[in-house]
């Protein structure tokens, strides 16, 4: 069975300054690995996704992801944080063969102005 | 497109009831996964429907069903409520072919068991 870890379960940061949120998954087989966003009071979007090729992988609203297979990691950055960055952060991941996402527990992540 | 929809949004139900829930996917996706969400467990995935059959199911008890229909609209059900079962219900859908498709979320459904 599959596990994902999120080291951190808040993340304090300021407007403008950079942010990772890091995350650790274990698994005996071949995984795709994903991160989501959920707002207050909704459901979770997509921002991006690893499935094969190349490790560094670009998202929607300027995040990115670099996918570590030796460290089992894949931790989210961003270079520079806006006030709507504030939301819970999670990092998934699904075998190659079962569509069933396992989560990890969620990063909050605060911007301060 | 529209995205995915659950109903209803928010719903109170006391110890013993059942509840059903409702999911709408994305028009042409297929499968439709639910999963519950509570801040002492996390996100926990229920089960999975794909065109009417269950593919895949979690560690819930026997409480907790689902079926889906032919327009590839799915239910829940949770008979017998307890107050541990009040949780955000999410549901997602995709388009099912493989594991790499994107799951869509719908908003979810916030059910408080009293």
């Known amino acids: 069975a599959q596990s994902v870890t999120q080291l951190d379960s808040q993340v304090p940061v300021f407007e403008e300054a950079p942010v990772e949120l890091r995350c650790n998954y274990s698994?005996?087989?071949?995984?795709?690995l994903f991160w989501y966003v959920q707002y207050p009071n909704q459901g979770l979007q997509l921002l991006l996704k690893y499935l094969s090729g190349s490790t560094l992988v670009k998202g929607i609203n300027g995040f990115e992801a670099e996918f570590n297979k030796s460290q089992t990691s894949f931790h989210l950055r961003k270079p520079s944080v806006h006030i709507s960055d504030t939301a819970e952060y999670f990092c998934a991941v699904t075998k190659a063969a079962g569509n069933k996402l396992t989560f990890g527990g969620g990063t909050r992540v605060l911007v301060k102005p | 497109k529209a995205g995915v929809t659950q109903t209803p949004r928010y719903l109170i139900k006391t110890r013993g009831q059942q509840v059903t829930l409702s999911c709408s996917p994305i028009s042409g996706h297929r499968s439709v996964s639910w999963y519950q969400q509570t801040p002492g467990q996390g996100l926990q995935f229920l089960f999975e429907y794909f065109s009417e059959t269950q593919r895949n199911k979690g560690n819930f008890p026997g409480r907790f069903s689902g079926r889906q229909f032919s327009n590839s609209r799915s239910e829940m059900n949770v008979s017998t409520l307890e107050l541990g079962d009040s949780a955000l219900y999410l549901c997602?859908?995709?388009?099912?072919?493989?594991?790499?498709?994107?799951?869509?979320f719908g908003p979810g459904t916030r059910l408080l068991v009293l």
């Open positions: 698994s005996s087989v071949s995984v795709y």
């Open positions: 997602a859908s995709s388009l099912g072919r493989t594991t790499k498709e994107t799951q869509y």
